[in-house]
């Protein structure tokens, strides 16, 4: 069995949060997001959860994605429509500066790759083990394991996540093995336990996947926040959510993340890039 997660408190240094991240591929930060947010996401996504029927979201790939989700998980995204306190999360002061260190090195800018409730259900076996990174071909690449990292995931313990319940597992070190095979099958790997506000923050090249919920009635609640580099295309459309002016009262940060704001290269040389011309460019940026 590898070694258990280092687990970190969010108010403590970043170093040995990215010591952590880095020698294994993944950390949890106890207490990244505040009680405030997550008992409001909570709420909000919850409830709406109500009206949605568990195994329909497939990744946009038929039978094939719902044996990758799972039958019996409930997932959906476009979460600033339900509540927004997701504009605050994408906010969150940590896990910028997490995902400042390890995606800005490779790139002006990053946005929302996707942010997904995904609730496990009774019974769900575990997921495949799978790397995120490889949405983007980093298992065709012939320099990997030495590829930059494209992406970053959190994901966040919106109630007790155990591991009967169906905790991420994760499998140390597997950021840096030679030998890639997309989908492993029989990788040891070790729970990411969460309370509620903590997450599991970890890199697209480590395998990982959601734990079996060996429970008879009881739902895995958490969610998973990604980030990707500007250059590549994110899972989720999240700027097709909102309409032309709706952010405008959010954070450069947030307008940035959700694609109604510039790509900023600086302080690297080259223009900018998803533009628009209605507006100035000295405003978009
Ligand atoms: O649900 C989880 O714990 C992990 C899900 C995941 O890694 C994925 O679907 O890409």
Same mark, same amino acid.
């Given at each position: 069995m590898p070694p258990a997660l280092t687990r970190l408190s969010a108010d403590g240094q970043l170093a040995p949060v990215l010591e952590a991240f880095d020698d294994d591929g993944g950390v949890i930060v106890e207490g990244m997001v505040g009680t405030d947010v997550v008992d409001e996401l909570l709420r909000a996504v919850t409830a709406f959860a109500e009206g949605i029927e568990p195994g329909v979201a497939n990744q946009g790939m038929g039978e094939a994605g719902r044996f990758f989700v799972g039958a019996n998980t409930i997932r959906f995204s476009s979460l600033g429509r339900i509540t927004p306190a997701y504009f605050d999360l994408l906010d969150n002061e940590v896990f910028a500066a997490i995902a400042d260190v390890v995606l800005l090195p490779n790139c002006g800018s990053y946005w929302v790759n996707t942010a997904?409730?995904?609730?496990?259900?009774?019974?769900?076996?575990?997921?495949? @083990?799978?790397? =995120?990174?490889?949405?983007?071909?980093? !298992?065709? +690449?012939?320099?990997?394991?030495?590829?930059?990292?494209?992406?970053i995931s959190a994901m966040i313990g919106l109630e007790e996540v155990t591991e009967e319940l169906g905790a991420t597992r994760a499998v140390p070190g597997s950021h840096r093995w030679p030998e890639l095979e997309v989908y492993e099958f029989e990788a040891e790997s070790v729970p990411a336990e969460l309370?509620?506000?903590?997450?599991?923050?970890?890199?697209?090249?480590?395998?990982?996947?959601?734990?079996?919920? @060996?429970?008879? =009635?009881?739902?895995?609640?958490?969610? !998973?926040? +990604?980030?990707?580099?500007?250059?590549?295309?994110?899972?989720?459309?999240?700027?097709?959510?909102?309409?032309?002016?709706?952010?405008?009262?959010?954070?450069?940060?947030?307008q940035r993340l959700l694609g109604h704001r510039s790509y900023d290269p600086r302080p690297h040389i080259g223009g900018g890039l998803w533009l628009r011309h209605v507006r100035p460019i000295e405003d978009q940026a």
């Open positions: 997904q409730v995904m609730f496990i259900g009774p019974g769900e076996p575990a997921q495949v @083990l799978h790397r =995120d990174a490889d949405n983007w071909f980093q !298992h065709v +690449s012939p320099t990997w394991p030495d590829t930059p990292e494209v992406t309370s509620p506000g903590d997450a599991f923050v970890y890199s697209g090249k480590v395998l990982h996947g959601g734990g079996a919920n @060996l429970t008879a =009635d009881r739902w895995r609640r958490a969610m !998973h926040l +990604s980030f990707v580099v500007g250059w590549l295309t994110p899972e989720e459309a999240n700027a097709l959510d909102y309409a032309p002016g709706e952010l405008d009262d959010r954070s450069p940060r947030v």
